[in-house]
């Protein structure tokens, strides 16, 4: 049996930001953060890697902010 893929969780990486999209209802928009979130320069240029991670982190978020 395939292992699943383990993603880097980091704060402000492609996963992380992916699953804080989804969490707050935005669109997806592939991003990431080059060190802390918001504080650091945010890159929009991905691997095909980081991109696969952004999508993990946003298909696999299963609760969502209320409003």
Known sequence: MP??????????????????DAYYHRPTMPHYYSGATYSTQRMTNL?????AAY?????????????
Do not use: C, I, V
């Open 47 to 51: 691997t095909p890697e980081q991109l």
């Open 55 to 67: 999508m993990a982190g946003y298909n696999g978020q299963t609760e969502r902010k209320e409003y």
């Open 3 to 20: 292992k699943p893929t383990e993603y880097n969780t980091r704060h402000g990486g492609p996963f992380d930001r992916g699953s804080a």
